[in-house]
């Protein structure tokens, strides 16, 4: 039966054994070890792809509910850029500028309600902005692993981008829970 364009994969079977030596198939069909650091790349992104449906599953600001479902769709868009070799703009690629300057006014938008920080922030606060924190760590993580790897550039930005964006939302979190932020205080001993 052929395949509906709307879905873009269609799998009878999960396992497939083929990985079970230690190597795995890329994008474009090849094969590669599993210690590829294309293939630890695109694990940190599915990493991240997880805690922002850790994130999503619990209570959350509506304003920020959007642009996270957006976010973890082109994840997967960035993930299949993450697994295909670079030589340069071609069709398969799916990291865009457009994705980018979409988290940029994201960025923008929801940074502009937020009071100016005069000190770094801790992670924390409310639960939400906790959760977010932590996917900010780990796409921190996924930029840092997709440098190993020659891969699109334009993925990179856009995970980095998505970790500011994570930070603003974090920050958006509390002030929206009502909480303070808590905020680095250098040589603070801890309170009793």
């Known amino acids: 039966m052929p395949r509906d364009p709307n879905e873009p994969v269609r799998l009878t079977k999960i396992y497939t054994r083929g990985g079970d030596a230690g190597e795995t198939s890329l994008g474009d069909g090849a094969r590669t070890s599993k210690l590829d650091p294309r293939i630890r790349a695109y694990g940190v992104v599915d990493e ?3 805690q922002l449906g850790v994130v999503l599953a619990g209570e959350l600001p509506q304003s920020l509910r959007p642009p996270l479902e957006r976010v973890q769709n082109q994840l997967f868009d960035v993930g299949a850029d993450l697994s295909v070799p670079f030589d340069g703009p ?4 799916r990291a865009t500028q457009a994705m980018v300057d979409e988290l940029e006014a994201l960025c923008d938008e929801h940074n502009a309600e937020l009071p100016e920080l005069k000190s770094f922030v801790l992670p924390g606060g ?4 906790a959760r977010l924190h932590v996917a900010r760590a780990v ?7 997709s440098l190993e790897a020659d891969v699109n550039p334009l993925a ?3 995970l980095n ?3 500011d964006l994570l930070f603003i939302f974090a920050r958006a979190a509390n002030r929206a829970a009502g909480r303070d932020e808590p ?5 603070a001993q801890p309170s009793s």
């Open 139 to 145: 796409a921190r993580r996924a930029e840092l692993a």
């Open 156 to 158: 990179r930005v856009y």
């Open 48 to 50: 991240l792809n997880s």
């Open 126 to 129: 409310n639960d939400a902005a």
């Open 90 to 93: 071609d069709e398969r690629l």
């Open 161 to 163: 981008r998505l970790s």
């Open 183 to 187: 905020l680095w205080r250098p040589g």
